[in-house]
DNA sequence: TGCGATTTCATACTTAAGTATGAAGCAATT
DNA sequence: AATTGCTTCATACTTAAGTATGAAATCGCA
């Protein structure tokens, strides 16, 4: 949220300090006749690139903010705790069941009370079920 | 491989045609003692929007031609043939051994055999394994 | 303080996954 | 013709995953 503001606010100090240059140009090179073919290419040119910096800076924005809306909106819709989430970022990694009981320092059947709950606020049977639909929500 | 080869054409193009534009706008107006702020503001937005274009095209371009590069790549360097590939995909979508076997019409085993040879050239041992592997040399 | 949610663990069971081994047909290559 | 790799299937076994049920401790909040 605070970077396309940032963006907004170079652009606009460039175009100023561009303008400024112009203005200088204008009247001491151009108006004193001189070349204009050179003078439209370099305006093209600065121009260019202006337009360049701007067009990569806002797509990249854009895939951003996508990703981190998305986040807490469905962890709350599942309703999934944070034990669950935890060990649901943990299944995506590929661990077992038995590495995440060692990881976390608990039982084995206490991490599979938490994967069967899982599963049953998300919808599926299977933990690749669970990492693909996580996927397609943004979870992880 | 193909598109930038035809952007570059079209960005070409378009050069080409702003020029002449350029040089017509140059000698009616200009040269004729008119405005020449009105002037370089229009070839200023008219690069700027060039340079967006160009920015947003260059940018997506280099994100598709990598994964792509990258696919084929290590596909071969882990040796996996089309099933086998082919499989990887179905597991990371969630499918069970048997959905697999159903949606290619093969029976139960084969899918074992192959699945178990995946995880040997992939140097797994289980498909969330698998599907983290991948992912991570973004095979899928 | 009582209540709901969270977190933990256990036991028992069913089903799926994963491994090993063998085998057979088929296509392409040498 | 022989070899190599791909694909298919089978059988048998071990292990992990998943389900169901019950229970107990803890914590936040009304």
Redesign the pocket.
Known sequence: MTRPLLTTILFGLLLAVLAILLQFFEYRYLVGSLNTSVYTSVVATIFTGVGIWLGVSLFRKKKQDKQEQVDLTILRKL??????Y?ILGL?AKG?????I?DQ??????????????L??KMG???????IHKARSMRLI
């Open positions: 309703k999934l705790n944070q034990r669950e935890e299944i661990f077992s069941n038995q590495e009981a976390l320092f608990l039982a084995l059947p206490t991490i599979k009370t938490h994967v069967s709950n599963y049953s599926v049977q299977s933990r690749t079920q669970a």
